[in-house]
């Protein structure tokens, strides 16, 4: 029974926070903005019950997968650090450099990219990409993916952002 509710506390929010995104973020403003707090009400449990089948079938089918975490962990490796560099950039800097920022953070992507197929020993024409590149932990990924995105934006600002707020104009770095 204690086993249970741990099990049900720890399902319950996504579940809750995927149902209140859809109803209020996609249902109500796109199909049926003018319906009565009744019909969303009976639309959200039933979403739960939609959502909840969904992901318990994600959950069946990835069963067979081995080491699915380690999967993910690589995949969040290749985005995480771009966003908290852009997200460091923010905070830390007067700067305001939207496709710098964008750009920055796309290149990031695809160097992390090249590295993890680095280890994963990918090969290019025959030749192993290990030749070229040496092969880094995926947990690096993030640092490395943080680094270079925080760089890349602010160099990159006063180029293809210039005259923004808080963006010098080129030359008066």
């Given at each position: 029974?204690?086993?249970?509710?741990?099990v049900?506390?720890?399902i319950?929010?996504?579940?809750?926070?995927?149902t209140?995104s859809?109803?209020t973020?996609i249902?109500?403003p796109?199909?049926?903005?003018?319906?009565?707090e009744?019909?969303?009400?009976?639309?959200?449990?039933?979403?739960v019950?939609?959502?909840?089948?969904?992901?318990?079938?994600i959950?069946?089918v990835?069963?067979?997968f081995?080491?699915?975490?380690?999967?993910?962990?690589?995949?969040g490796?290749?985005?995480?650090?771009?966003?908290?560099?852009?997200?460091l950039?923010?905070?830390?800097?007067?700067?305001?450099?939207?496709r710098?920022?964008?750009?920055?953070?796309?290149?990031?992507?695809?160097?992390?990219f090249v590295?993890?197929?680095?280890?994963?020993?990918?090969?290019?024409?025959g030749?192993?990409?290990?030749?070229?590149?040496?092969?880094?932990?995926?947990?690096?990924?993030?640092?490395?993916?943080?680094?270079?995105?925080?760089?890349l934006?602010w160099?990159?600002?006063p180029?293809?952002?210039p005259?923004?707020?808080?963006?010098?104009?080129?030359?008066?770095?």
């Open positions: 029974l204690v086993l249970a509710a741990i049900m506390a720890s319950d929010s996504p579940l809750a926070s995927l209140a859809f109803v973020d249902y109500k796109l199909v049926r903005a003018d319906a009565p009744r019909h969303y009400l009976v639309l959200a449990r039933a979403s019950a939609v959502f909840g089948l969904l992901l318990a079938g959950a069946y990835f069963s067979s081995d080491k699915m975490l380690w999967l993910a962990f690589k995949i490796g290749l985005t995480f650090g771009s966003l908290l560099g852009v997200f950039l923010g905070l830390l800097t007067q700067r305001r450099a939207n710098a920022n964008l750009a920055a953070m796309v290149a990031m992507v695809l160097v992390n590295l993890l197929l680095t280890n994963e020993g990918a090969s290019l024409l030749v192993p990409l290990s030749a070229f590149l040496p092969r880094i932990a995926w947990s690096w990924m993030v640092v490395i993916g943080t680094a270079g995105t925080f760089g934006g160099v990159l600002g180029i293809l952002d005259g923004l707020p808080g963006e010098p104009s080129p030359g008066k770095l």
